[in-house]
């Protein structure tokens, strides 16, 4: 249990973003803001609504920008081939967590015990993807406490479209501003996945 909680910890990442007041831009182009109810219309559109419902702490919407084979171990175990760090992690998530299916850590009533039920009930109903964001939305509620910061969003494609994969491959930018005013900036690589004519996220460092 202890390793899973580890992992969880690593996992939260500070990628920051708000629902008022972002700009996006693409090849130096501004892009209007998006709305949470069409996240996966476009590469850009799905990194775009992931960061600001992120740190507008909507979890509904969060999870529609990740691909639905996060969720699937064979596909994990592709996309880990290909170099995907989430997928590893999700596969050594899985892991553990069948691991701890066998073995139980500690007795019913146990603090230990309870938070793995809870963990295994998220898992079983919704996914090992949705599991983990569902802890990094919780974690970034307290780290912030609910207030969300400002934050412009830049995205560039990096790399030419892997058309026999439906793979696309961009680099983002965030620029953070908290309510001290200070000002922080995170680079992340992204890999989009277009799937029955949406786009969904299948790597990015969280």
């Known amino acids: 249990m202890k390793k899973i909680l580890n992992f969880l910890k690593i ?18 182009t501004t892009i ?10 476009s590469k850009e559109d799905v990194i775009v609504n992931y960061i600001n419902a992120l740190y507008s702490f909507d979890a509904n919407v969060v999870k529609k920008c990740f691909s639905p084979d996060l969720n699937n171990i064979n596909e994990l175990q592709y996309f880990k081939a290909r170099g995907n760090s989430l997928a590893r992690e999700l596969i050594e ?6 691991y701890y299916k066998k073995n139980p850590p500690g007795e019913p009533g146990d603090e230990k015990y309870e938070e793995f039920m809870k963990m295994s009930s998220i898992i079983e109903s919704e996914g090992l993807i949705n599991y983990v964001l ?25 790399s030419k479209y892997d058309e026999k994969n439906k793979l696309d491959f961009l680099k983002v930018r965030f620029k953070l501003t908290d309510d001290n005013k200070e000002t922080y900036v995170e680079d992340r690589e992204v890999v989009v996945q277009k799937k029955d004519g949406k ?8």
């Open 11 to 28: 996992s939260i990442i500070c990628l920051l973003c708000v629902l008022i007041g972002f700009v996006v831009k693409s090849g130096g």
């Open 32 to 41: 209007s803001k998006y709305m949470f109810n069409s996240p996966n219309l």
């Open 93 to 98: 998530l899985n892991s553990n967590y069948e």
């Open 134 to 158: 569902d802890e990094k939305i919780t974690n970034l509620k307290e780290l912030y406490s609910n207030k969300k910061p400002d934050i412009d969003v830049e995205t560039e494609t990096t």
């Open 199 to 206: 786009y969904y996220i299948v790597d990015i460092y969280i």
